[in-house]
């Protein structure tokens, strides 16, 4: 009680997706829909051994890092072409 809704994500992690690692949760109306990722050998193949990932950072994060940021920052920067990690 009280806590923030999306600290139900890790448990449903804990108690249905452990094997798997990943699953997608739809909190419509509160927000979009979601992948996620908890086991770290998924994350790594998601996030630095697939090409075919977009390079573009999500909108929103500019939006929200402004105020603390003051503007461009590391975490809102677009990624240069072709740097996908492995």
Not at 32 to 46: C, D, H, K, R
Not at 53 to 66: Q, T
Request: charged share 20%; glycine share 8%.
């Amino acid at each position: 009680m009280g806590a923030h809704y999306r600290y139900a994500m890790g448990d449903v992690a804990r108690k249905h997706f452990t094997e798997e690692g990943v699953f997608y949760i739809d909190l419509w109306p509160l927000s979009e829909l979601y992948l996620i990722v908890v086991s770290p050998n998924v994350a790594t193949q998601v996030t630095q051994r697939n090409a075919n990932l977009p390079v573009e950072r999500p909108v929103l994060l500019r939006r929200f890092f402004k105020p603390i940021a003051g503007g461009p920052n590391l975490f809102d920067l677009p990624e240069k072409s072709g740097n996908h990690g492995v």
